[in-house]
């Protein structure tokens, strides 16, 4: 509570710049725990910023008087869209397949699969004709520097899995990168491209290496992520890949093992689309 009176001027400086800049864009991610460093999550910002060439701030730093649209964009928070009225969906989708809906967002320009579509129409909700999540079209916002030295096998745990056994174990593999996901924006992508094949029990971590062209496989190696694995299977359901189960790893599971279970993709969406259905005009459109 002492924490919350503290804010107040701060929160109320905020809001006062918003009102001076009719431009700026408010915008909601996950901003505390252990996900306020996930990368998936820091990607809101990163994105919008480039995007729009405008500020971003977020809805939990502002009193929304007079109401301004909320941009919900990448993450699993479409559900927490659905419940406010002020939501500008872009890209965002459901945790899991049963989550509870309550409400109706302002606008859905796009969710990021054909799961969470088919959720919303069930529920009576628009349903956009457009899928995909907005970190696929990362290329065209930034070009890695590609001046890393390339591993044969890139790792890359959840953000809650990084002292899991099995990937502590990982570190100790010959010419494989473990990538700590709760990096930097452009350090996590040049250390992914920077890798012949990637296996990542973080859902971002595989959309960045498909936007890049990496071969990536979803390893399970806990129970610690939140979600029923509904997340995944939305994401493989809007590129047309096939293999929604994942591979389960532990302590014991062998490099080999692994690397058995590659095989060969193509990411099939439309990303002209995509791009098309954003929110905000775009201003660095490479």
Same mark, same amino acid.
């Given at each position: ?203 971002? !971590? ?33 590129? !047309? ?46």
């Amino acid at each position: 509570m002492l924490d919350r009176i503290r804010a107040i001027p701060r929160k109320l400086a905020t809001t006062s710049r918003l009102w001076r800049e009719e431009d700026a864009i408010v915008m909601r991610w996950a901003t505390e725990g252990v996900v306020a460093q996930n990368w998936g999550d820091k990607l809101n910002p990163y994105m919008a910023e480039r995007i729009s060439g405008r500020r971003v701030i977020h809805r939990a730093d502002v009193y929304q008087i007079p109401p301004r649209p909320v941009h919900y964009w990448i993450g699993s928070h479409l559900a927490t869209a659905c419940s406010d009225p002020n939501a500008m969906v872009w890209g965002a989708g459901f945790i899991s397949a049963n989550v509870p809906i309550n409400g109706r967002p302002h606008e859905i320009h796009a969710v990021r699969g054909w799961l969470s579509n088919e959720r919303l129409r069930k529920e009576g909700l628009p349903a956009p004709d457009v899928v995909g999540d907005a970190a696929l079209l990362l290329p065209r916002l930034y070009e890695p520097k590609r001046n890393l030295e390339q591993r044969s096998l890139g790792v890359i745990p959840h953000c809650y899995e990084w002292e899991e056994d099995f990937y502590c174990r990982t570190r100790d593999w010959e010419d494989a990168r473990v990538i700590n996901i709760s990096g930097g924006i452009e350090d996590v992508i040049e250390q992914i491209v920077a890798c012949d094949r990637v296996i990542s029990s973080s859902l971002h !971590g595989i959309i960045c290496a498909d936007a890049y062209g990496v071969p990536a496989i979803w390893l399970h190696a806990s129970n610690k992520p939140k979600g029923d694995g509904f997340k995944f299977r939305d994401y493989f359901s809007s590129v !047309g890949r096939s293999d929604c189960e994942p591979i389960i790893v532990d302590a014991n599971t062998e490099r080999s093992e692994l690397e058995d279970r590659f095989h060969s993709y193509r990411v099939e969406i439309d990303l002209n689309a995509l791009w098309a259905a954003c929110p905000v005009q775009p201003v660095n459109l490479r």
